[in-house]
């Protein structure tokens, strides 16, 4: 089996676990904040990969660790991962968590090009009216490049929406030279 399967598998029963538990977006953050951990932190990444470390000790540290601070369902969740030897798999999980809750709430993310910084109140606006011509909610990550020269590019997925002034501009050029 992939591991892409496998990490979809365990989202899916994170899932599961945390709509049981009210705690969808705890527990999303928690297992993304783990993913970060394990992605930046060399001496977590060599602890949860040695060999050399028993599966029960693993589990204990983490359980000491997490105690008091993750609910108690999410740390065995955890758990059983080690148990399994899938902890190396955390942030693939993370990732196919988000992207389950994302389907299930309805939300999807834009990429979203611009030519100038736009303020928070622009941010509501594009978020509004892409959320309305889409029937999702929009969650918009914008990046500003000015070569684009005025508007703005719209990247949903593998549909891409092109306002920009350069486009319009290539457009009206090729009319004139017709």
Do not use: C, W
Request: proline share 2%; aromatic share 4%.
């Amino acid at each position: 089996m992939q591991s892409s399967s496998i990490a979809r598998n365990y989202a899916d029963a994170l899932l599961t676990l945390a709509t049981k538990d009210n705690g969808r977006d705890s527990y999303g953050a928690f297992i993304n904040g783990l993913a970060d951990v394990l992605e930046r932190d060399a001496t977590f990444q060599h602890f949860l990969a040695a060999p050399q470390v028993s599966e029960g000790r693993k589990n204990d540290v983490l359980g000491k660790a997490l105690s008091g601070q993750a609910p108690a369902l999410f740390v065995r969740f955890l758990q059983k991962m080690v148990s399994n030897r899938r902890q190396m798999l955390l942030g693939e999980v993370a990732a196919e968590y988000n992207n389950l809750l994302d389907a299930q709430e309805g939300r999807v993310h834009a990429r979203v090009m611009v030519s100038r910084e736009l303020s928070d109140a622009d941010r509501a606006a594009l978020a509004a009216s892409l959320s309305k011509a889409l029937g999702k909610t929009v969650v918009p990550h914008v990046a500003v490049n000015a070569a684009i020269l005025g508007g703005v590019i719209v990247r949903v997925g593998d549909t891409g929406m092109d306002g920009s002034v350069r486009r319009r501009l290539g457009v009206l050029r090729a009319r004139m030279v017709r």
